[in-house]
């Protein structure tokens, strides 16, 4: 079994493969001043309760936007997988090229969840992602990474209103029963649910504009973890895939395999 860890700012998914099957996923906190043995705690007691034992993962793919934590999780995967993960970064093949300014800056979770996109649906198309940022990647026909847009994340903002305004309340991030509210929880929710969703319709509406001006077909893909919330709202959102990265992950794990072998 393959053990996919996607380590984000808020959360941190992890999913187990056998073969191109998703077995099992979880989402946790991401801490970074977790220990090497409380991950590694973790990860085993959740695969135990799923029914799984360590000695099934035969391999760990890692993908961080916390690169802090890289050291503590091949360490984790060392000691409790016996194992060396391979983490997506600089040098490790994607099979995707990159056209970039500075491809060095583009996280790694990004082009993760770009791999998948086009494996999975083709191209071009502009991939979703909601969570602590709100990202917008595009992909071109052939399966170049073009880049994107950067947007605060709805988790983010909502905690900012609450934090800075001091007579607004902490509300659910669910959807309100319409957007013309009539008390102040929906109007926040009104203003977080349904403005998101349109700052993300109107980005999308811009960017195929530049990346398919013929209208050919330009297909958009949610991922993260809001985005069973907000997808529905997007009139632009084709599709809703949160195990993206992982899925990803997997692909760019069985590429590196199939490099190697062809290598020796």
Not at 187 to 194: C, L
Request: net charge negative.
């Amino acid at each position: 079994m393959l053990l996919t860890i996607d380590v984000g700012n808020t959360f941190t998914v992890a999913g187990v493969f056998d073969g191109q099957n998703l077995l099992a996923e979880w989402t946790v906190t991401t801490d970074p001043n977790r220990t090497m043995d409380e991950y590694g705690m973790l990860f085993t007691q959740l695969m135990a309760r799923a029914g799984f034992s360590s000695g099934q993962v035969t391999a760990v793919a890692i993908a961080s936007s916390v690169p802090p934590l890289v050291p503590t999780l091949e360490w984790m995967c060392q000691k409790y997988f016996n194992l060396k993960p391979l983490v997506v970064g600089p040098g490790v093949r994607t099979g995707m090229m990159i056209r970039y300014d500075n491809p060095r800056e583009v996280g790694a979770d990004r082009i993760v969840g770009a791999v998948a996109a086009f494996e999975k649906y083709g191209g071009p198309l502009i991939v979703v992602d909601f969570s602590t940022a709100i990202i917008l990647d595009a992909i071109s026909a052939r399966g170049e990474y073009l880049g994107g847009v950067i947007a605060p994340g709805i988790v983010v903002s909502a905690d900012a209103l609450f934090q800075f305004a001091a007579k607004l309340p902490r509300v659910e991030l669910v959807r309100p029963p319409r957007a013309l509210a009539r008390n102040t929880v929906h109007a926040m929710q009104s203003g977080i649910i349904f403005g998101f969703a349109s700052l993300v319709d109107d980005l999308v509406e811009r960017m195929m504009a530049e990346l398919d001006p013929e209208g050919k077909g330009c297909k958009v893909v949610a991922t993260g973890e809001q985005a069973e919330l907000l997808a529905g709202e997007c009139a632009t959102i084709q599709y809703c895939d949160p195990s993206l990265t992982l899925t990803g992950l997997r692909i760019i794990y069985e590429r590196h395999q199939a490099h190697a072998r062809g290598g020796r």
